[in-house]
């Protein structure tokens, strides 16, 4: 491969000023108009990223008006390389100068033999030694379910533990998975059952009040009393579904030694753990996989977003002890999608070729030292987490009452605040986490350093303005 990305070294911090900056106001263009008048009540992303967006390049997308904008979204962490990365349009051009197949269902094609291969040479090697695949629909939400059909199918129990700020997915039985009680609500029961939720390590709200090592043993042990006292008023599931890094719950990363115990119990147990790589995937982390961290091997591993080099794709990765469903258990038409292997393949190369791992841990590293700079003059930025470029802040009402630990409540009108400033100054971010009180940053993994420190440099500008305008 011809391409590399500029590795730079994290030297200082400090944010350097502009001399100057371009303020964008928000008019509703035609196309928005349309949009809003013409698609459902159910889009997000438009109301709170008020774009329509022409063309894309990086880590950089270009509106309609000619506007530019640095875009850490990323297609929700979709897309690892960017937008329009030479490897994956070269991938993909290469399939159809080829004119190889673009629909194949489930039919083999050397483009799927070189993708599994690619896939599995990435796991670790006592994961990708007993080794199966399932391709699904090309979404996560449907590897979710997959993944619920295949423990339930080889353990014959029906039970699964979820965990509190979790996020699995839309489809009902994944949306049964999820800590978020907004988008159930309106549904009533659901149609999945057997879900029970689990505190999460959510260090800087401890669900027991504690935090630290003591907030984590304390959680472990009472996962290891609910799976063993048969009293506990709880069938042994089938399975312990987790995310090592929550994201849309608030980029909150588990304790390493805390994923270390829940794989030790649920495998003393004979539960399967199951890891939602869905966004965390990819080197997003600063490793490959984000349960990597911890050096653990779960049973199952649901992947999507970024496994597909931008395009639709979704799979679920299982130990072969659970490979007792029977042919035609989870299908979909959609599940051959050539190009989305080609191109994942493709960025998968890339990802180990130029170490992309190293540089998103570097950078990572480089963008929360200039948001703990930041804190220093915003006591608003309470809490500043995650791993690699999957990164969160917790925005806080330092006047407001401290909760058992002595941290200030969520500040969730300053969010979406911060938000729109950043957008007005030419930067993309989302929000997540309790009340949406977390600002986002999950930037392309070719970030540079330089466009770290602009980020940076955008976000503390938004802040300013955004408390200046409470």
């Not at 059909?149 to 039985?173: D, E, I, N």
């Amino acid at each position: 491969m011809s391409v590399a990305i500029s590795l730079v070294e994290n030297q200082s911090a400090r944010i350097v000023p502009t001399p100057a900056e371009t303020l964008y106001q928000f008019n509703e263009s035609p196309l928005l108009a349309r949009q809003s008048q013409q698609e459902s009540n159910a889009r997000s992303y438009p109301r709170r990223i008020p774009l329509a967006l022409k063309r894309a390049k990086g880590i950089y997308v270009e509106d309609v008006e000619g506007r530019r904008f640095i875009d850490c979204l990323a297609g929700a962490g979709t897309l690892a390389l960017g937008h329009n990365h030479p490897v994956v349009i070269e991938a993909i051009q290469q399939v159809l100068t080829d004119e190889l197949p673009l629909h194949t269902l489930d039919l083999t094609t050397p483009v799927k033999d070189q993708f599994v291969q690619d896939l599995f040479g990435l796991l670790p090697p006592a994961l990708a030694a007993e080794a199966k695949i399932q391709f699904c629909g090309p979404t996560g939400t449907d590897a979710v379910e997959g993944a619920l059909k295949l423990v339930r199918t080889a353990t014959g129990r029906s039970t699964v533990l979820s965990f509190q700020g979790g996020y699995h997915g839309m489809s009902q039985g994944a949306l049964s998975l999820m800590g978020s009680l907004g988008p159930k609500k309106p549904l009533g029961a659901l149609l999945s059952s057997g879900v029970q939720f689990m505190p999460y390590p959510y260090d800087y709200r401890c669900p027991f009040g504690l935090g630290g090592a003591q907030g984590v043993q304390v959680n472990l042990s009472y996962l290891e009393n609910l799976l063993n006292d048969p009293e506990a008023g709880v069938q042994l599931p089938a399975a312990v579904i987790v995310e090592a890094v929550q994201g849309e719950g608030g980029v909150i990363p588990a304790d390493l030694d805390w994923l270390r115990g829940l794989r030790r119990i649920t495998e003393k147990a004979g539960v399967a753990l199951i890891v939602d790589e869905i966004q965390s995937g990819f080197a997003r982390t600063g490793k490959m996989f984000a349960f990597e961290h911890a050096g653990i091997i779960p049973d199952v591993v649901v992947m999507s977003k970024a496994i597909g080099g931008s395009l639709p794709l979704a799979v679920v990765v299982y130990r072969d002890w659970l490979d007792t469903w029977l042919p035609g258990a989870h299908a979909g038409t959609f599940r051959g999608n050539q190009m989305a292997m080609a191109a994942g393949s493709a960025v998968m190369h890339y990802l180990t070729e130029y170490k992309v791992c190293e540089h998103a841990a570097a950078m990572g590293e480089r963008l929360s030292e200039h948001l703990h700079i930041l804190q220093r003059d915003f006591p608003q930025l309470g809490d500043i987490r995650g791993r690699g470029l999957m990164l969160g802040v917790e925005l806080v009402d330092p006047s407001g009452a401290p909760d058992a630990q002595g941290h200030p409540p969520i500040f969730a009108r300053l969010a979406p605040l911060v938000q729109r400033e950043c957008l007005k100054r030419g930067l993309i971010l989302e929000l997540g986490g309790r009340h949406g009180g977390v600002v986002r940053f999950l930037p392309p993994l070719v970030i540079t350093a330089t466009e770290v420190d602009r980020v940076a440099d955008i976000f503390g500008r938004a802040m300013a303005a955004a408390i200046t305008s409470l």
